[in-house]
T-cell receptor, first 115, second 113 residues
């Protein structure tokens, strides 16, 4: 079945440490890829997106993500985490070859930041 | 700024009640979506609409219906609410092109007793 997988349900990092959140997809064609963040009590906010071109994309709040076709991955990274980054992070895809216009989401990774 | 508003942040209903969740956007976007969010499951698509009076089922449409009579408004209807429909409901919009991001409302947390 086609799916988006975020293997880490919960991650805890220390403030100032680096972060990598994993995302894998299982589709035949390259989808359009997104990372969203949901802070407590807030709606979802787009961090970054990948459609084509340079496989390393920069987003807001100092986040970046790298698309690796060979691994079907789109991992989110940040070199130095701030306490305000504590939130839930969702990877999502749009499948252009199916005509489906909606996002398909992973199950999310909840990030805790220790002082 | 795109603004997507949902009629209620919190809602408590009883089993068997008919429930309406309203979503309004002010950016003239063609596409509108309803998702439900549950812990460990992420967001799952219930229904979406790509134009007025047009709708398509998502991944979990059972027990829900939708209405889009005007471009800016997309309603989710629970015909007979059940306890397993207790969840966070998120509305989203997007311009016609699939290259664009979706914009989300703040969500409605629905509890069915």
């Amino acid at each position: 079945a086609q799916s988006v997988t975020q293997p880490d349900i919960h991650i805890t990092v220390s403030e100032g440490a680096s972060l990598e959140l994993r995302c894998n997809y299982s589709y035949g064609a390259t989808p359009y890829l997104f990372w969203y963040v949901q802070s407590p009590g807030q709606g979802l906010q787009l961090l970054l997106k990948y459609f084509s071109g340079d496989t390393l994309v920069q987003g807001i709040k100092g986040f970046e993500a790298e698309f690796k076709r060979s691994q079907s991955s789109f991992n989110l990274r940040k070199p130095s985490v701030h306490w305000s980054d504590a939130a839930e992070y969702f990877c999502a895809v749009v499948l252009m070859d199916t005509g489906r216009r909606a996002l398909t989401f992973g199950s999310g990774t909840r990030l805790q930041v220790q002082p | 700024d795109v603004k997507v508003t949902q009629s209620s942040r919190y809602l408590v209903k009883r089993t068997g009640e008919k429930v309406f969740l309203e979503c309004v956007q002010d950016m003239d976007h063609e596409n509108m979506f309803w998702y439900r969010q549950d812990p460990g499951l992420g967001l799952r698509l219930i229904y979406f609409s790509y134009d007025v009076k047009m709708k398509e089922k998502g991944d979990i449409p059972e027990g829900y219906s939708v209405s889009r009579e005007k471009k800016e408004r997309f309603s989710l209807i629970l015909e007979s609410a059940s306890t397993n429909q207790t969840s966070m409901y998120l509305c989203a919009t997007r311009p016609r092109s699939s290259y664009n991001e979706q914009f989300f409302g703040p969500g409605t947390r629905l509890t069915v007793l």
